[in-house]
Every structure is written in C-alpha cells, then in structure tokens.
C-alpha cells in the first residue's frame, strides 16, 4: 500500500503533489487532473487528453458517417452510437 504524504493548501487554493506520485504517474507542467468530492476527501485523477480526444474524434466520424448515409440523426440515434462506442460496440 502506498504511503500518505500531507501536502499544504496555499493561500491561492493550490496543492503541490509530491515528486514521487509526480514521477510515477507521469505528471508534468500542463498535465490534466479530474478533481472530484468524496464524501469527505477529494480525488484526483490524470487526464489523458489525447485518448479522450481520439474517443471524440471517432464518434464524430461515426456520426458524420451516418449523417451521410440517412441524413438527419435524432438526439437519440446520437446518443446510441455515443453508448456503443463507449461499451466498445460497433
């Protein structure tokens, strides 16, 4: 199990992640965290940008294409072809 470190809140709300969970998460200048509540903590998660990006691009393809094909598409075809791709389904 890893080790807690305790990190201090400036006076701007900013936290300094420690070097080693930087390191081995990959964390840099300009990297993307997701910050949510938990009951009485806070999470963090890294964002991996460009993953997300290329998901979006292939909706977007998936959708044009089938724009093209029976033209218009209804909120709900949309929203299927958004679930098939995030369950992996073609």
């Known amino acids: 199990m890893e080790e807690a470190d305790v990190v201090v809140v400036s006076s701007k709300g900013q936290v300094v992640i420690p070097q080693g969970l930087r ?11 997701l910050v949510y509540p938990f009951e009485d903590a806070l ?9 997300a990006e290329d998901k979006l691009e292939a909706i977007y393809r998936r959708v044009a294409a089938r724009r093209a094909k029976y033209g218009e598409l209804s909120e709900t075809e949309i929203d299927e072809i958004v679930q ?7």
């Open 23 to 33: 390191q081995k998460l990959r964390i840099g200048a300009k990297s993307k965290l």
């Open 43 to 51: 999470i963090m998660k890294k964002l991996e940008l460009k993953n």
């Open 84 to 90: 098939k791709h995030r369950h992996g389904k073609s």
